[in-house]
């Protein structure tokens, strides 16, 4: 059947309205279907399915891994309708939302109740809870409070055929039988639509301390990490890490950053820790620091004095565009690989070690930028090839992800595989493993209309 069947495409307005199937070539090709609610879904599902027409589920669109590309022969079923937060239960400490809900706005929300919904993450303004559970997205705070499979107790989703798989309730505990929920996510798309969550909230943190610390060398770094983990009594929540390029490319001249520690580490960690009294707190943390700069963990330190600067400290993390936006980098003349992986703490520093020789450096006017949540051990490794005799951005993914491979270490921490890493899948999941994915795919979608081509 061709997407732009008569019959398929009245049906499917007669479902959603007029305005509710429409087309936007900046989105991608092929119409977009905008359902308002879990019974659109599906009805669009059973007609989709009656004329075998496969479907793209789109949420904010901020994935980096092709997984919501579409060729225009598949119908987007985008959940920008379908984003009410429904209920917010202050005695289970819960939030019901529906899937196109903005993490954004789920925070402030969360917020504004006093709770703090934990997921945060750089594109935090886009995304949608809808797509956080399709990625099982992690970002800056999955050191205390785990992956976006932490953050959720129940979800509802409809299957390829219509079957509505509802939702299990308020209760963190349920083990009855195999726990469906936790197929949905990370399953990016391809089991089934998820419609609604419910979230898990905890209680807002009273104060937030923050500081730049500069590191000499990689055994002080582990050294540190695990002595804030001591320290800060379970309060330790983020333990960002930067290496020296992507740092001095963060707060250079060009950028709207200065430098909390001066350009002359290897190493450099945004340290965060989130309590109960502000006072107290702050206190204690600058002790720790100090602690930590008198045993030579840190060599030397910037801590937040307001809100603001602790803002501006998180913007030299979050704001990776800059360098793409101040003419830092020649994007016209330039190969770049965007890489999201994980392994042993232990192995990172060869491993950096060894992609950095392979790569082209900053003798070449190229440079390699890692920087990512040194306790999860997931890295963002991410180089800029720049000339006429540059590698091509394949060629950069793969001297990665052999290193990666030879370590036991994933392709993936936290993006999910989608069409860009799909070939790479066995490098580091066993042929078994991924049969036994493929067997999970059919049982929910047997004709192979949910995301096809994604993940196999």
Not at 77 to 93: F, K, N, Q, Y
Request: glycine share 10%; net charge negative; charged share 25%.
């Amino acid at each position: 059947m061709s997407i732009s069947d008569t019959e398929f495409l009245k049906r499917l307005s007669d479902i959603v309205g007029s305005n509710g199937v429409i087309e936007d070539p900046a989105r991608g090709p092929g119409p977009i279907a905008r359902p308002r609610s879990t019974e659109d879904v599906s009805a669009i599902m059973k007609l989709c399915t009656e004329f075998s027409c496969p479907v793209v589920t789109v949420g904010g669109n901020t994935g980096l891994v092709m997984g919501t590309q579409r060729d225009g022969s598949e119908l987007a079923l985008s959940m920008e309708l379908m984003r009410e937060i429904e209920e917010i239960d202050v005695h289970s400490r819960t939030m019901t939302v529906q899937a196109g809900a903005v993490l954004q706005t789920v925070q402030e929300t969360a917020e504004a109740h006093g709770f703090l919904y934990p997921l945060d993450l750089g594109g935090r303004g886009t995304a949608t809870i809808g797509g956080n559970i399709s990625t099982n997205a992690g970002g800056n705070r999955v050191i205390r409070y785990g992956m976006t499979r932490d953050q959720i107790i129940s979800l509802e989703m409809v299957l390829a055929d219509g079957t509505i798989i509802p939702m299990q309730g308020k209760s963190i505990k349920n083990n009855t039988g195999y726990d469906l929920k936790h197929l949905a996510i990370g399953g990016e798309g391809t089991l089934g639509v998820v419609t609604r969550a419910i979230l898990r909230m905890r209680n807002f943190p009273i104060s937030q301390n923050c500081a730049w610390v500069g590191v000499n060398d990689w055994e002080s770094l582990t050294k540190l990490l695990r002595f804030m983990d001591a320290e800060s009594s379970g309060t330790l929540s983020s333990f960002e890490v930067m290496w020296k390029e992507y740092y001095e490319a963060m707060t250079g001249d060009s950028t709207p950053y200065a430098p909390p520690v001066p350009h002359e580490y290897p190493f450099y960690v945004l340290i965060e820790l989130q309590g109960s009294n502000q006072e107290r707190d702050q206190a204690r943390f600058e002790e720790i620091i100090v602690q930590a700069y008198e045993s030579g963990l840190v060599a030397d330190a910037a801590i937040a004095q307001s809100e603001a600067e602790r803002k501006t400290m998180w913007g030299i993390r979050d704001d990776v565009t800059l360098l793409f936006e101040n003419g830092f980098l020649d994007t016209k003349n330039m190969s770049f690989y965007s890489s999201d992986i994980s392994l042993a703490i232990t192995d990172m520093d060869d491993f950096v070690k060894e992609i950095c020789e392979e790569l082209p450096g900053a003798d070449q006017n190229s440079y390699v930028f890692v920087f990512g949540h040194l306790g999860d051990g997931n890295l963002h490794v991410n180089p800029c090839a720049i000339g006429p005799d540059r590698p091509k951005s394949k060629e950069m993914g793969e001297i990665i992800y052999r290193a990666i491979r030879k370590r036991g270490g994933s392709i993936s921490a936290e993006h999910g595989i989608g069409l860009k890493r799909k070939e790479y899948l066995n490098w580091t999941r066993s042929d078994n493993e991924i049969e036994l994915m493929r067997q999970v795919k059919k049982v929910f979608d047997p004709n192979n209309l949910m995301n096809p081509g994604k993940i196999f």
